[in-house]
Each structure stands twice: as C-alpha cells, then as structure tokens.
C-alpha cells in the first residue's frame, strides 16, 4: 500500500506564498509523473502542476509564472510553491502520484487534501 500525506496548507493573505508539500512512503518501486490537483467549492478537480520523473513540469493557465512544482525522486515527495497568491486560488489542494510497484504496475494515490484560503 502507498500513502501521500501533504502538509502546508493554510489561510493566507492575497499576494501572499505558501509551499505545499506531498511525502509519499509504502510499497514503491518507482514513481512516474507527480502532480498537484485542487478543488474549489461546487468545482470539479483541476490540475494545478505536473513534473515527470525526467522533471519535466506543466502548469495550468492560471498559475504559470506564479506557482513552482518541484520533486525530489530520492525521497518520493513533491512541493508546489505558491507565490503572488489570489482569491481564486482558495481551494483543497491534492497530492497525486503515478506509482510503479514491485510488481510493476501502476496506480495512482491522492493525498488526504490540504486546505489553501487566500483571503482579499
């Protein structure tokens, strides 16, 4: 079993920066692609950022220029830093990953969420 446990969320002024972080720990050969998803209220799950295991990263629209995911594959984990903060961005940030297992398949694992306000 694998488990993505996240940490750094939290209330935050407009124009403010916050850093997400994703720790992934359990059966784990390897991990593809790792990434950040939020969900706003009465919103579906959007992508936020993406980075490869290569590090190879896309990024929504939104928060290019902004936002910058990073990972480091020793340690399986993932961050988001946020920066220039906006109302809009107030949401349950989640954690996932793309896992390769011992077995050599694949599944994806979300994260419990983390709550982001950004208060105006």
């Known amino acids: 079993q694998v488990q993505l446990v996240e940490s750094g969320g939290g209330l935050v002024q407009a124009g403010g920066s916050l850093r997400l972080s994703c720790a992934a720990s359990g059966s784990i050969f390897s991990i593809n692609a790792m990434g950040w998803y939020r969900q706003a209220p009465g919103k579906q799950r959007e992508l936020v950022a993406l980075?490869?295991?290569?590090?190879?990263?896309n990024y929504a629209d939104s928060v290019k220029g902004r936002f910058t995911i990073s990972r480091d594959n020793a340690k399986n984990t993932v961050c988001l830093q946020m920066n220039s903060l906006k109302p809009e961005d107030t949401a349950v940030y989640y954690c996932?990953?793309?896992?390769?297992?011992?077995?050599?398949?694949?599944?994806?694992?979300w994260g419990q969420g983390t709550q982001v306000t950004v208060s105006s």
């Open positions: 980075i490869t295991s290569g590090g190879s990263t």
């Open positions: 996932n990953a793309e896992v390769v297992s011992y077995y050599y398949t694949t599944y994806n694992y």
